[in-house]
Every structure is written in C-alpha cells, then in structure tokens.
C-alpha cells in the first residue's frame, strides 16, 4: 500500500490526496494523536500551470500541521526559490 511515486517530473497524483484511515500513534508526552497523510502531485509537473501548484500546495499547508519537503536530487537553487514562493503565502 502507500501513494504511488515516480523518479521524473511528472505527476503520479493529482492534486491531493488523504490516506484513508488515520494512523493511530502517541505525542512525545504520551497523548494518544491520530495522524492522517495527505500527498499532493508535485510542483513544477510538465502537465500543470504554476497557478494550479500554487493552489494544491496552498491547501496542502492550510490542512497541515507538519509539512516534508520531497526533492529529486539535493535541494539547489530552484527547489530554494520555489520554497521561497510558497513561504510567502
């Protein structure tokens, strides 16, 4: 199981998608929390407008409390200056 990935630029998901079913789990102080994983297609994809991107992450970072950064390769300048973008909204 688990989000489908692929190695180049092009989207395996569109827009964004929620597991299913949370994961049950405990904070560092031992409250239980439930923990739900959401993907969203990548920025940048061949097939999207950078207005679309802007969107998904935009929901993305509304609906999170904790966001991971997935890079292709090491984080260089373009992947800055798109973090950049999105830290600005």
Not at 20 to 28: D, V
Not at 40 to 63: K, N, P, Q
Request: charged share 15%.
């Amino acid at each position: 199981g688990g989000f489908p990935v692929g190695s180049t630029i092009n989207a395996c998901t569109k827009g964004l998608w929620v597991w299913s079913e949370p994961i049950e789990a405990k904070a560092p102080d031992g409250t239980p929390i439930s923990v739900l994983v959401m993907d969203t297609e990548g920025i940048g994809a061949l097939d999207a407008s950078s207005d679309h991107d802007l969107r998904v992450f935009s929901l993305a970072l509304l609906l999170s409390s904790t966001l991971l950064y997935n890079s292709v390769g090491a984080i260089d300048e373009q992947a800055l200056s798109t973090l950049s973008l999105v830290a600005q909204l």
